[in-house]
């Protein structure tokens, strides 16, 4: 079994120390905590902070503060809020389109480990 250690530099292959600052925006610390993203993802694709709270099964409270601690974490307005409802910004439609792809590749390697921890048991 493989383990490995929280210590471990994220980031191997930046070797230029002028780098320095982009491999630490790259580091495993400049990822904001998951639950954040989970509810901006669903924020976004469901169109509303209430609609994702359902969705996740949470008070739409405490999606409503996921958000503003993504916005917080980046520094930048994802959702606009309008009498209408939100609609993401420009930042947020980039954003969204990103982590998406991202969260669609953790599902899927999460559903094939899943499928051959089945198969082995069988």
């Known amino acids: 079994m493989q383990t490995v ?3 471990a530099p994220a980031i191997t292959h930046v ?10 925006l790259l580091s495993r610390r400049a990822l904001p905590p998951f639950e ?14 209430r609609k994702a709270a359902q969705y996740l099964c ?3 409270a405490v999606v409503s ?3 503003r601690a993504i916005e917080d974490w ?3 307005k994802l959702i606009q809020r309008t009498p209408a409802g939100s609609v993401l910004t420009e930042d947020g439609i980039r954003y969204h389109r990103d982590i998406a792809s991202a969260l669609e590749l953790i599902a899927r ?7 051959r921890g089945s198969q082995s048991q069988s």
Do not use: E
């Open 15 to 24: 070797t230029d120390s002028s780098n320095d600052a982009t491999a630490q």
């Open 36 to 49: 954040t993203l989970r509810a901006f993802d669903a924020i976004a694709r469901l169109g509303g902070v």
């Open 65 to 67: 503060r996921h958000l």
């Open 5 to 7: 250690s929280s210590d």
């Open 109 to 115: 390697a999460t559903v094939d480990l899943i499928k």
């Open 74 to 76: 980046t520094g930048t």
């Open 58 to 60: 949470r008070d739409h």
